[in-house]
């Protein structure tokens, strides 16, 4: 490991720059991590004792509001990120990833460059910006099956799987699989839940007229929350406002519900109820960062709490410093900054985070030069939400709005606030464009076919069917299946047999290329590792170990194959099956 600046810093012990220089080391390129760095360059100008360096793990910012279009199709997944770089040009910009801060030798260890080099980058003053992070974890299956909805890959996801349900859909004869293809559960009833249920409803809707064996009364939108009331963050009238429009247009309301399990075919709801369903977008499952968890965790710095429950933000006062622990500041979502208004925390949002910025980067300059610092002053000046086709809720300086003028006021304002002319122009040309024709159905296939996957299974779910084609090989991670086949004269079914932890099916069908000769279903809650024909063949050819293993599983299963003869990378070799050399 080095501790170095890499620069004039290079010799100089970690946690001061070289003689006056101060350094200011900001951690994340959100929105709070940008705009302290922006307002930090623009104050400073042409001063040479303060450098200013930001750290993030990709090279682009996020327009996030704008992101529900982007899954729906409305707008061009490029048109709404701006490169780092371009934003804070005045700035040295780090793309890497943060792994440790070290408060007491005040350096931040990054894995950095091809090798994922560890480096210590001494600070005299540190900006954490580091947001929150989906996590799924208290829910089973969910962060196996859910789509998420917070950075750019998800939004570009979320899109292909909806068009690739829609294909799928189309040429799908068993009805009971076609109404889960056609069925779309959002969960989460705050501001990105509601904005992306009204967005895909309006990408399927206006996708129909390329579907003639869908019909739109086949087509379902669910949205799940947890209150009685949509949009708790706005004035109850326009969470009312919005619910009217929603279910107007055929969005059903699952209020006063929680998910508790999600599954490949199923969402799991606290009230025992279930939705069969392939698509299932989870807005809810914000948890903090866990750089933040892991410097809060060492002490030093304050944890903000809730009833005495902990939230892993940064405590910080009115002036954006870490409460107790001058040099450190934090902004944004990581952040818990009192309220001006007297009313707790800010809320995590956008609006916040830029203000906030500007007031701590004014503050680090102020105190390198020895001048009091400023409080943090900021009214909201109003909530949007867009719930598509034309419409949305706003409430702006104490007016509320709702229908097409509060959509108008919406779009405006945001393309206003995305950052850069030409993105501007970007956006507002996708947007005209995107008035007078159909919205775009190519399904970009980017994602790698062949890899490994975790699928989660609730008792009684079938993860194989019998008779259809085996593309796939399944190791049980956790859990246990059980193999049944049709009684006879196809009268009731028997179960032929039980499997467990790290035992495999479906070897049999996937190197014949032929249909499964029984149905598998969940005994119990299960877990299942998938892999495909790709998948297996580099396993096998890395490690002969599995190749022996699953040869010697074949050779036990099926005796009477011709497996003696065989290894397994030879059977997966041919892209098309080793049809007939183990044929039963
Ligand atoms: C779909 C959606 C719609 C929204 N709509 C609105 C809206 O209309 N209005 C509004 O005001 N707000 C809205 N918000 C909320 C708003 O986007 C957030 O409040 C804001 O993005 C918070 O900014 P941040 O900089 O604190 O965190 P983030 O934007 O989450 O940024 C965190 C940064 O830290 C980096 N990082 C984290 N960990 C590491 C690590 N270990 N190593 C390196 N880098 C790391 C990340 O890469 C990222 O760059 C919306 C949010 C979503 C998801």
Redesign the pocket.
Known sequence: MTTTGESPTQAAPAGSGVGSVKRVLIL??????IHTAKYLTELIGSRKDIEVEL????NYFVF??L??EVAAGGISATHVVNPIRELVPRARFRCC??VEVDAVKKHVLIAQGEGLEFLALPYDHLVF????VTNFSSMPGVAEHALA??DLGDAFKLRNHVIHCLELADIEHDPTRKAALLTFVVAGGG??GV?TVGELHELVTRSLKYFPKIAQSEVIFKLVHSQDRILPEMPLSLGVAARKILEKRGIGMVLKARVKAASRERVYLGDGTSIATRTFVCTVGNAP?P?AKQVLAKGGLSEAEINGKKMGLFLTDNTLECVDKPGYWAV???AAIPNPNGDGYCP????F?IRQAKTCARNIVAQIDGRPKVTFRFKALGM?ASLGQRSAVAQMMGVELSGFVAWFVWRTIYLSKLPGFVRRLRVALDWTLDLFFPRDITQLQVFRTDRLQVNHYEPGEIIVHKGQIGRELYMIVRGEVEVVIPGADNQGEIVVAKLGKREVFGEKALLEDTQRTATVRAAAPVDVLVMSRGDLRSLVEQFPVLDDYFAKLLRERFPSSVMEQVNMADLLDDGSGAAGSVAE
Do not use: V
């Open positions: 994340g390129g959100g929105f709070a991590g750290i993030s793990e990709e996030q509001p992101l529900p990833h943060i910006c580091l947001g929150k909805m917070k501001f990105s904005e960062n750089i944004g979502d990581c995590p949002t956008a609006q985070a949007l």
